[in-house]
C-alpha cells in the first residue's frame, strides 16, 4: 500500500440501526486504489448493512463520512455514489431475467444512439460483446439473461456495473459474487479482479469463502456484530485466525459422520432414469439416515436433481418415496409421501416476503397442530419460538418480518420449516449458500442430528468442501449423467474435481 | 457445538424494542395511517351533517348509502379476493348484469319461485366463472384480459336478453322482502349480506390455513407451489367464487330495483374497484374484506353528501375516478406489478 495515494474509497463512523437493534457501530475502513480489501463477519454481522449504506439505500447519522478518491460522498444518494465512481454488484445480481444482456447492461449505463436519437443496436450489440469480453466472458448478448449459467449472469451483472466508461470507476463492491459460481470459475473472476485493481480501481470483496478471501487479498477486514474487530494484511492471516476473529473461537473442523451406510437397507427415495432439460437419464437410491450429495458444474444437471425430485421443474422417470410412486410437478403429493426441499434460491423459491418468520416457518405444513375452525395462531406461535431456539435463528420473535433476517437465518427458517414436517427425505439445494461460517456449522449439525434420527439427505451443491464434510456418498455428474460414485473416506475435494473435470475434458475431444 | 454456544452468546444482546409508553402506543395506533378511512368517514359525515342537517343526518340517508353500497360492495369483494391469490377478476360487474337479466327474464316468462331463481341467478355465475377458471388455470392465459373478455360475453348475453328493453318482472314476494326489506327496521337486507359475506371471507382468510395459502399463492406463486400448495386449484377456486358473487349480487339488485336491463349492473364496476383499491389501505396492508368495507362506505357516503350538496350525477363518477386514481398511486402499484 502506498500511503502517497488518495484513498479510492474512505469511511469513517458509521452506525445503523433496525428497530432499537444496532446493526452497525462506529465503523471505519478505507480501500486503497488498486487495492482488494475483503469484508468477512458472521451472519448479521453488519456486512450487508454496510454495503446498503454505501449504495445509498440507507440513512445514516450526521457523524458518518465518505470520501471518494478525495471527493466527500454525501451518503444516502445512490446517484451521488454512482457519479463518483461507486459500483456495486450485489448477492443476488439484481438482473431483468426476461430481457436480453444488451439491455441489461445498457440498463446500468445507457444505450448508445445514433444521429436521429434511435437506439442504435448494432452499436449496443457490439459495445456489450465487447465489454464483456474485456472482463472475460463470452456470452451471446441476444440471450435473455434467464437462459444463461450463474457464471454468465454474473458476467452480465459485473459488465452493467462497470459500464462502457471504465475509467470513472473508483470502487467496485463485490457482494457474494462467488456464492452461486462453481468453483472452477472462481480463477476466471479472480482473473477479472486482477485485471481490474492493475488499472487502479479498488475492489470491496465480501464472501463467506475465506479460503478466496484469503488468495484474492490484500487486506481482510472482519466485522463482528457491527463492530470492527480488525483490519490486518491478508498474508498475515490464516483462515483458523479468520474464524477465530470472526466467531470469537475455533470451530470444530470434524465434521462428517463417518459410518458407512449398511447398503442392505432398503432404499427410502429410488429415482429412475430422470430426464429433465439437464439431465440425461440419472438412476440413484438413497437409504434411512444416508447424505447423499451430488456435485457437479454448472450445466451438469446438479442444479435439476431437487427440482426434479420434488417437482419443481418438469422431469421424465420415477421417483418412489417409501414404495409411493411421485408423479412430477406434484410437489403436495412429493410432501405427503414425506419429501422436504429447501431450494437454492430462497427468496425467490421459498420465502413470502413480507410475511412474519413464524407464517414462512409453518407455511408448508399448517393442517398438522392448527387445524380446526380457526388457525390456532397461539400455538403456532409457541411451536415456532421452540424451532427459532433451536436452531439458534437471530431474530427479535417469530412475529419479525422475514426480510429483517440475515441470509443466513433466512436459510435456517426454510430449514425449521422443513424439519418440522419430519421428512423421510430431504433435499437440500445449495444448502449453505451465502450462509455465514456459524451458521455454516449449525447446518451441517442439524443435517447429522437429523440423518442419525434416519432422516435421509439429499446434498446439492457446488461447494466441495461441504460435500466433504456432510455426505456419506457423493455421486458426481457430467452433461446430465452420472460420472462417478465416491463413498466414505474416498470422499475428497481433489476425488470430485477431477471427476467433474476430467469427463468433461474427455468428451471435449469427441 | 460448545463454539456454537459460544458464537450464540455473542450476538445475545437483547436491546428493549423501540416503543415507548402503553399510552403513546395507545395514540399511535389511533392515529395509525390504517384508519385513515374511518376517520375521514366520521369527519365526512359531520360535515355533511353540519350543512345539511336536515338532509344528511336522517334514516332515509342511512338507507340510501347502505341500500347502494350493497351491491357495490358484493362486486367489490369478489374483486377482492381473487386479488389477494393474485387474480384480477374484471368481469364481475358484466356477470352481474347476466345474472340481473337473467333472473327477470325467467321470472317473467316463467314465473319461478324464488329458491329457483336463486339457483339460476348463482348457476349463471359460477358458469361464467368457471369458463375464466379453465382459461387461466388450465391454459394460463392473463387473468385480467380473460375476465375481461369474459365480461364482454357476459354484457353480450345480456343484452340478447333484455333485447333493449327494461324488463319488468312479477317478482314473488318473499323475493322482494329478501331484497327489500330491512334488519331492525334501517339496515337494509341487502346490506346485512355484505356484512356476513365479508365476515366469512375475513374467517377464510386470516383464521383458517386455506386462507394462509390462497395468501402465500399471491404474494409468491413459485415459493407457494414449492410448499405443497396447488396454486392452479386456487385459481380456479377463486375465479368461480368471484363468478358466484356476482352472481349473487344481480340477484341481490333484481330483488332491490325489481326491474333489469343490460345496462344496470356495468356502472357498478369502477365503484366496486375503486373500493377495493381504496380498501387495499384500510386496516390492514393490502386488500382486505373489512378494509373493502370501510372503503365502500366511504365513497358511499362521499357520492351521497356531494348528491346532496346539488352535484350531477356526473360527480360521483368523477370522484371514484379520483379516489381509484389516488388509491392505486398510493397502494396498488404493488398490487398491480404483480398481476400485469
Not at chain 1, 425430485?309 to 408423479?327: A, K, N, S
Not at chain 1, 427458517?413 to 455454516?440: K, N, Y
Not at chain 2, 360487474?93 to 348463482?122: E, Y
Request: aromatic share 6%; hydrophobic share 45%.
Amino acid at each position: 500500500m502506498t500511503e502517497t495515494l488518495v484513498a479510492a474509497l474512505e469511511v469513517e463512523s458509521v452506525s445503523k440501526s433496525f428497530g432499537g437493534r444496532r446493526v452497525l457501530s462506529d465503523f471505519s475502513m478505507d480501500i486503497q486504489p488498486g487495492e482488494v480489501h475483503a469484508l468477512v463477519g458472521h451472519n448479521g454481522s453488519g456486512k450487508s448493512t454496510f454495503v446498503k449504506v454505501m449504495a445509498g439505500f440507507h440513512e445514516t447519522g450526521p457523524e458518518a463520512k465518505a470520501a471518494v478518491s478525495g471527493q466527500t460522498l454525501a451518503l444516502g444518494d445512490p446517484l451521488e455514489a454512482q457519479r463518483l465512481g461507486l459500483r456495486f454488484v450485489f448477492q443476488d445480481l439484481g438482473l431483468f431475467h426476461g430481457m436480453s444482456v444488451v439491455d441489461n447492461v445498457a440498463l446500468g449505463s445507457d444505450y448508445p444512439r445514433d444521429v436521429t436519437g434511435r437506439i442504435d443496436w448494432r452499436k449496443a450489440r457490439s459495445e456489450t460483446k465487447k465489454l464483456l469480453q474485456s472482463l472475460g466472458y463470452n456470452i451471446d448478448v441476444n440471450s435473455r439473461v434467464e437462459k444463461l449459467s450463474m457464471v454468465g449472469r454474473t458476467g452480465v451483472a459485473l459488465a452493467r456495473a462497470l459500464g462502457t466508461s471504465t475509467d470513472e470507476t473508483r470502487v467496485l463492491v463485490l457482494d457474494e459474487p462467488t456464492a452461486a459460481l462453481p468453483s472452477r470459475s472462481v480463477e476466471d473472476l479472480f482473473a477479472m479482479i486482477r485485471r481490474l485493481t492493475s488499472r487502479g480501481i479498488g475492489i470491496l470483496y465480501i464472501s463467506h469463502r475465506l479460503d478466496e478471501v484469503l488468495s484474492i487479498s490484500d487486506r481482510v477486514t472482519v466485522l463482528r456484530d457491527g463492530k470492527k474487530i480488525v483490519t490486518r494484511n491478508a498474508a498475515d492471516l490464516t483462515e483458523s485466525s479468520l474464524i477465530e476473529h470472526m466467531i470469537g473461537s475455533t470451530l470444530d473442523e470434524s465434521a462428517r459422520a463417518s459410518s458407512e451406510r449398511d447398503q442392505s437397507v432398503e432404499p427410502i427415495l429410488i429415482a429412475d432414469d430422470l430426464h429433465t432439460k439437464e439431465l440425461r437419464g440419472v438412476s440413484f437410491e438413497v437409504r434411512a439416515g444416508e447424505v447423499l450429495g451430488f456435485a457437479g458444474i454448472e450445466g451438469s444437471g446438479r442444479g435439476e436433481i431437487a427440482g426434479a425430485l420434488f417437482g419443481g421443474i418438469e422431469r421424465t422417470g420415477t421417483v418412489t418415496v417409501d414404495g409411493q410412486v411421485v408423479p412430477p410437478r406434484r410437489t403436495d403429493r412429493s410432501i405427503t409421501a414425506g419429501m422436504g426441499l429447501v431450494p437454492a434460491d430462497r427468496s425467490r423459491l421459498g420465502l413470502v416476503r413480507g410475511w412474519s418468520v413464524q407464517e414462512n416457518l409453518t407455511l408448508p405444513l399448517l393442517r398438522s397442530s392448527f387445524r380446526g375452525w380457526f388457525l390456532n395462531k397461539r400455538s403456532e406461535k409457541k411451536e415456532c419460538e421452540i424451532w427459532i431456539e433451536q436452531l439458534d435463528i437471530k431474530t427479535n420473535g417469530a412475529g419479525d418480518p422475514i426480510g429483517s433476517l440475515s441470509g443466513g437465518n433466512q436459510q435456517k427458517v426454510m430449514l425449521a420449516r422443513w424439519l418440522r414436517a419430519e421428512p423421510h427425505v430431504m433435499i437440500l439445494d445449495e444448502p449453505t449458500q451465502g450462509v455465514d461460517v456459524g451458521s455454516i456449522a449449525r447446518i451441517y449439525s442439524v443435517v447429522r442430528d437429523a440423518a442419525a434420527a434416519g432422516t435421509a439427505f439429499i446434498v446439492c451443491s457446488s461447494d466441495e468442501d461441504e460435500l466433504v464434510a456432510v455426505c456419506d456418498r457423493v455421486i458426481i455428474l457430467n452433461r446430465g449423467r452420472i460420472s462417478q460414485i465416491v463413498s466414505g473416506d474416498d470422499i475428497n475435494v481433489e476425488t470430485i474435481e477431477r471427476a467433474s473435470l476430467q469427463s468433461l475434458a474427455m468428451e471435449g475431444t469427441s | 457445538m460448545t463454539t456454537l454456544d459460544a458464537s450464540g452468546a455473542v450476538v445475545e444482546m437483547p436491546e428493549p424494542r423501540g416503543i415507548g409508553s402503553k399510552s403513546l402506543n395507545v395514540l399511535s395506533i389511533v392515529f395509525n395511517k390504517r384508519f385513515v378511512g374511518l376517520w375521514l368517514l366520521v369527519v365526512l359525515s359531520i360535515v355533511f351533517s353540519l350543512s345539511e342537517p336536515t338532509l344528511f343526518p336522517t334514516k332515509l340517508t342511512v338507507e340510501a348509502i347502505l341500500g347502494n353500497e350493497a351491491v357495490i360492495g358484493l362486486l367489490a369483494l369478489g374483486v377482492m379476493f381473487p386479488l389477494i391469490a393474485g387474480i384480477f377478476d374484471l368481469g364481475i360487474a358484466w356477470v352481474a348484469g347476466l345474472s340481473l337479466c337473467l333472473v327477470a327474464k325467467m321470472s317473467l316468462q316463467h314465473h319461478f319461485s324464488f329458491p329457483i331463481l336463486i339457483l339460476i341467478a348463482l348457476g349463471v355465475g359460477a358458469a361464467m366463472g368457471s369458463v375464466s377458471a379453465l382459461l387461466v388455470g388450465k391454459w394460463k392465459v392473463n387473468s385480467l384480459v380473460t375476465t375481461l373478455g369474459v365480461g364482454s360475453l357476459a354484457l353480450g348475453i345480456a343484452e340478447w336478453l333484455a333485447a333493449g328493453f327494461s324488463l319488468t318482472p312479477q317478482l314473488p314476494s318473499t323475493m322482494i322482502t329478501f331484497g327489500q326489506g330491512h334488519l331492525f327496521g334501517i339496515i337494509p337486507n341487502p346490506f346485512v349480506y355484505l356484512l356476513v359475506v365479508t365476515a366469512l371471507m375475513y374467517y377464510v382468510l386470516e383464521h383458517t390455513a386455506l386462507g394462509r395459502r390462497i395468501r402465500a399463492a399471491g404474494i409468491n406463486q413459485e415459493a407457494a407451489r414449492l410448499a405443497g400448495i396447488r396454486v392452479r386449484r386456487i385459481e380456479v377456486g377463486v375465479l368461480i367464487l368471484s363468478g358466484i358473487m356476482s352472481g349473487f349480487a344481480g340477484l341481490v339488485l333484481a330483488a332491490q330495483v325489481g326491474s333489469a336491463n343490460s345496462s344496470t349492473a356495468p356502472a357498478y364496476l369502477l365503484p366496486a374497484i375503486s373500493a377495493v383499491f381504496l380498501g387495499a389501505m384500510q386496516l390492514k396492508d393490502g386488500p382486505n374484506p373489512w378494509g373493502t368495507i370501510v372503503a365502500v362506505l366511504l365513497l358511499g357516503t362521499g357520492v351521497e353528501g356531494l348528491e346532496l350538496w346539488g352535484a350531477s350525477t356526473w360527480v360521483s363518477d368523477f370522484f371514484n375516478g379520483v379516489v381509484l386514481l389516488i388509491s392505486v398511486t398510493i397502494a396498488g402499484r404493488g398490487l398491480l406489478a404483480r398481476i400485469t
